[in-house]
């Protein structure tokens, strides 16, 4: 190879290399951009699942624990006006909590969340036939405190479904 062959080959890889710099530049910049803002979504989409997973288990311990104590006042008969507001204002701040996280939380917690659902429903339903005056038959504050303590084993599914849905581990 002749001098002028190696001095032009020289000056065609730096003429190439100063037009393409630029463009590999901004290629590894736009990838870069592209993976932290994916970063930066899956990061915003933990924290929502984790908010929403923090109400709903508040709420729902909170709801359980309402209906318990409801259901302990009905049976020594001292449940009052205050009693009752109480109880709805935790049912309606619980099915608030279930709604909004079934639109963000993945199947495996709505089916748990569901299971535990029943439970509360059928019981708050059972406190105000009670309360009402129009217990069907069997439906006692004592057997219904009993169907209340089978929601306790789904309180701690749904919570470690959650946990493990954001990937703590004990």
């Given at each position: 190879?002749?001098?002028?062959?190696?001095?032009?080959?020289?000056?065609?890889?730096?003429?190439?290399?100063?037009?393409?710099?630029?463009?590999?530049?901004?290629?590894?910049?736009r990838r870069q951009r592209a993976e932290e803002a994916g970063a930066e979504e899956k990061r915003r989409d933990h924290e929502e699942r984790r908010?929403?997973?923090?109400?709903?288990?508040?709420?729902?311990?909170?709801?359980?624990?309402?209906?318990?104590?409801?259901?302990?006042?009905?049976?020594?008969?001292?449940?009052?006006?205050?009693?009752?507001?109480?109880?709805?204002?935790?049912?309606?701040?619980?099915?608030?909590?279930?709604?909004?996280?079934?639109?963000?939380?993945?199947?495996?917690?709505?089916?748990?969340?569901?299971?535990?659902?029943?439970?509360?429903?059928?019981?708050?339903?059972?406190?105000?036939?009670?309360?009402?005056?129009?217990?069907?038959?069997?439906?006692?504050?004592?057997?219904?405190?009993?169907?209340?303590?089978?929601?306790?084993?789904?309180?701690?599914?749904?919570?470690?479904?959650?946990?493990?849905?954001?990937?703590?581990?004990?």
């Amino acid at each position: 190879m002749s001098a002028a062959t190696a001095a032009m080959l020289t000056g065609v890889v730096g003429v190439l290399g100063t037009l393409l710099a630029p463009l590999v530049t901004s290629w590894v910049t736009r990838r870069q951009r592209a993976e932290e803002a994916g970063a930066e979504e899956k990061r915003r989409d933990h924290e929502e699942r984790r908010a929403a997973y923090t109400s709903m288990n508040r709420a729902s311990r909170h709801f359980h624990t309402l209906l318990k104590d409801a259901l302990h006042r009905l049976r020594d008969g001292v449940y009052t006006d205050d009693d009752r507001a109480q109880v709805e204002e935790g049912r309606r701040d619980y099915r608030d909590r279930y709604a909004e996280a079934q639109m963000i939380v993945p199947d495996a917690v709505i089916v748990a969340s569901r299971e535990l659902n029943v439970v509360l429903a059928e019981v708050d339903a059972v406190v105000k036939r009670i309360d009402r005056g129009l217990a069907r038959d069997g439906e006692t504050a004592d057997r219904t405190l009993l169907r209340l303590k089978a929601a306790e084993p789904r309180l701690t599914a749904m919570r470690r479904v959650m946990r493990q849905d954001l990937g703590v581990t004990d």
